[in-house]
């Protein structure tokens, strides 16, 4: 096979002061026609900003220090350092495409989403308009966009998550490029539709005989579709080769930590605290890890905590002239299920299942519809405000997206020490000033976090924050929504590790909430699966994931990718 693109000691830094700081070092790679060649690696290794430097949409303030990136085309090589902006336009999208990580904030919000892959082709190839459309339409059916004339004119706040992915693949392969780059293309979403994304890619790749540079941080992924699997650390390229070798009989011991970082979903009764990269980067004494005693496959002999009757929450979505509901979609359809103190209940289901309006449901930050939900036997539901902020203190929320849900203008510190103020927790500001330092401390982060900023924080960083901010005023249950889907394999160890420590510490009960099954059947003593609204089955985790009934549930096991 010819070779198609080849990146040679390629050495990307950022100036800081007079210093230059190096964050890609000598990086060399070359992709063959019609391979698919997979770049792995945690958050801040190097993998996205060596795909940007390809497209030469790197930020202003990085920048090439040295190396080439040659293009071969069948006209001849082309030097894509050397290339004008005006010269780079001709390339991207015509001969590569990408595939962004989120498509929400890579689309134009104001734009239909057909207009959008229309504006692809008609900048590459003197088509009419009428032409570009039939193209478009074509593209949507081939990546399986549902109802594509309404799908063309809609706005892309208007699909969903795996519904805007599939618009951005098919804006990325409009034109049918020879190498279609794909930074995380299934990041955040539930396992049914990476897995559909995933064979959607490949299905494409075959047809257009495309290359393809595939970047993720889960090697699970990697090994269902990479021919060759590269392996970046602090911006070096530490391991490299065919995708069986590198995953079977790793050569690194990081990729041998990356691999042990990832959660399995087979049955534990005594579960292992996960390895991290730094653990398994350690000396061999420093790697001996504790376990952790599950109650699956039994009852947990506790008191029932909260329990769930008949809760149905349902969203308008058709009004008359007059403002009567004419249409509503039902998010959670009469939900029954009990959580016990001090277990973790886990709650699976795709993107639109119902899960975080459940979970948003039981502290009313969404209004019923009708049904009951009872804390230690008590109804919670149309409550004072008073009452309702007794709840809250007993009740919290760690969101999936912490950076969101902290205020950017306001120190970490006075976010721990304003919850407790609110709820009137500790007799004044300078003993909430010190419990709020001590959780810092007990969730991993240095005492001088207390007078920094969210934006100064890493993305596990924050989300051990947001951790401590739920810890702030002393709950007894503690909602997790997706709370570890955005992280990388390492980061995402050590918060479930944490949530573990503090499950055991302060005696606390987890309702933990999301679409990855391996995640959720390591955390879970026991599990609900949920699907258009309604809860399809219910039991230990080890029995539905060994032994699952309803055919949903083999559905989502089914699409689970392993190494």
């Known amino acids: 096979m010819a070779e198609l693109l080849s990146l040679n000691n390629l050495e990307i830094s950022i100036a800081k002061g007079r210093e230059k700081i190096s964050l890609v070092k000598n990086i060399s790679l070359t992709m063959e026609e019609g391979e698919t060649i997979g770049i792995a690696g945690e958050s801040g290794s190097g993998k996205s900003i060596t795909a940007l430097s390809v497209m030469k949409l790197l930020p202003p303030a990085l920048k090439i220090s040295s190396g080439s990136i040659d293009l071969n085309l069948p006209t001849g090589k082309i030097d894509m350092r050397a290339l004008k902006d005006q010269e780079m336009c001709k390339i991207r999208g015509k001969h590569i495409g990408m595939i962004f990580q989120e498509p929400m904030t890579s689309l134009n919000p104001a734009m239909r989403c057909g207009k959008q892959v229309t504006e692809i082709i008609r900048l590459h190839e003197a088509v009419q308009p009428k032409e570009a459309r039939e193209r478009v339409l074509s593209l949507f059916n081939e ?50 539709v990476q897995k559909s994304i995933l064979e959607l890619l490949a299905g494409l790749k075959e047809k257009y005989n495309m290359s393809m540079l595939l970047i993720s941080h889960d090697l699970g992924i990697l090994a269902s579709i990479a021919d060759r699997i590269a392996l970046m650390y602090k911006g070096e390229l530490v391991e490299e080769g065919k995708a069986k070798q ?69 969203f308008v979505t058709k009004r008359n002239l007059f403002g009567k509901t004419k249409e509503e979609f039902f998010a959670v359809n009469n939900a029954n299920f ?130 401590a901010r739920a810890l702030a005023v002393k709950p007894e249950l503690i909602i997790c929504d997706e709370m570890v889907s ?40 026991r599990l609900i699966v949920m699907d258009k609204g309604q809860i399809v089955e219910t039991g230990d985790a080890a029995s539905i994931m060994d032994n699952p009934q309803h055919p949903y549930t083999k559905t989502l096991i089914g699409s689970l990718t392993t190494v």
Do not use: W
């Not at 969730?443 to 900023?453: N, Q, R, T």
């Open 143 to 192: 990546v399986k966009l549902p109802d594509i004339v309404k799908t063309y004119n809609k706005y892309p706040h208007e699909l969903s998550g795996g519904q805007r992915q599939r618009v951005m693949i098919a804006m990325a392969v409009a034109c049918n490029p020879k190498i279609l780059i794909a930074d995380e293309p299934t990041t955040a979403l539930d396992v049914t």
């Open 338 to 467: 009990e959580v016990f103190e001090n277990e973790t209940l886990g709650i699976v289901g795709g993107s639109g299942s119902g899960k975080t309006t459940l979970g948003r449901t039981i502290l009313s930050l969404v209004n019923s519809r009708r049904g009951e939900i009872f804390y230690r036997n008590k109804s919670i539901l149309n409550l004072s405000s008073s009452e309702e902020k007794k709840i809250r203190r007993k009740i919290q929320i760690i969101f999936q997206d912490p950076y969101s849900s902290l205020n950017p203008r306001i120190k970490i510190g006075n976010s721990l020490t304003e919850a407790m103020q609110v709820h009137e927790i500790y007799k004044n500001a300078a003993v909430r000033k010190a419990e709020a330092r001590q959780l810092l401390e007990i969730v991993g982060l240095p005492g001088e976090a207390f007078e920094k900023y969210p934006h100064e924080f890493s993305g596990g960083q924050r989300q051990r924050i947001g951790i």
């Open 246 to 314: 590198v995953l079977q009989n790793p050569s690194h011991p990081y990729t041998r930590a990356l691999l042990a970082c990832r959660p399995d979903h087979k049955h534990y009764t005594e579960v292992p605290v996960l390895p991290t990269v730094n653990t398994e980067l350690s000396a061999p004494e420093e790697k001996i890890l504790p376990t952790v005693v599950k109650n699956e496959g039994e009852k947990p002999q506790y008191s029932i905590i909260l329990e769930v009757k008949d809760l149905q929450t349902s």
């Open 486 to 525: 955005a992280l990388d394999v390492s980061v995402q160890a050590q918060v479930l590790n944490l949530l573990n420590q503090l499950k055991s510490e302060f005696g606390l009960t987890y309702l933990f909430i999301s679409h990855d099954l391996a995640v959720v059947r390591y955390m879970a003593d």
